[in-house]
C-alpha cells in the first residue's frame, strides 16, 4: 500500500507563502498520481491540484490558478504543493493524495491519503 505523510504547514499573513511536501513510501512513487485536497471546518473536502505521474500534467482549482503550484520529484519520491499569495479563504487541512488512475480530480478517484497538515492564513 502507499503511505503519505505531509508536513509544510503552518500560520501565514495573508500574501505569504508555504510550501507543502508530502513524502511517499510504498509501491515506485512514478506508478501513481498524486492530487492535493483541502478540508476547512464544517466544508466538504474540495479538490486543490493534480500531477500526473511523469509530472507532464498538472491540473488546478479556479480558486488557487495563478497563486498555487504543484511539483513532485520523483527521485525523492515527494509532491509538493507551493502556495503563494495566500489568502484567508486558503485556510484549511490540506491532505496529500495517491491513486493508480489517470486524471483524477475528484476526492473519489484516491484510494491513499496522508493525514493532513494545518495551514492557516491570518488576515
Known amino acids: 500500500q502507499v503511505q503519505l505523510v505531509e508536513s509544510g504547514g503552518g500560520l501565514v499573513q495573508a500574501g505569504g507563502s508555504l510550501r507543502l511536501s508530502c513524502a511517499a513510501s510504498?509501491?515506485?512513487?512514478?506508478?501513481?498520481?498524486l492530487g492535493w485536497f483541502r478540508q476547512a471546518p464544517g466544508k466538504d473536502r474540495e479538490f486543490v491540484a493534480v500531477?500526473?505521474?511523469?509530472?507532464?500534467?498538472?491540473n488546478y482549482a479556479d480558486s488557487v490558478k495563478g497563486r498555487f503550484a504543484i511539483s513532485r520529484d520523483n527521485a525523492k519520491n515527494t509532491v509538493y504543493l507551493q502556495m503563494n499569495s495566500l489568502k484567508p479563504e486558503d485556510t484549511a487541512a490540506y491532505y496529500c493524495?495517491?491513486?493508480?488512475?489517470?486524471?483524477?480530480?475528484?476526492?473519489?478517484?484516491?484510494?491513499?491519503w496522508g493525514q493532513g497538515t494545518q495551514v492557516t492564513v491570518s488576515s
Open positions: 510504498g509501491p515506485p512513487f512514478i506508478t501513481y498520481t
Open positions: 493524495a495517491a491513486t493508480f488512475r489517470s486524471g483524477a480530480n475528484t476526492a473519489r478517484a484516491y484510494d491513499y
Open positions: 500531477i500526473s505521474r511523469s509530472g507532464g500534467s498538472t
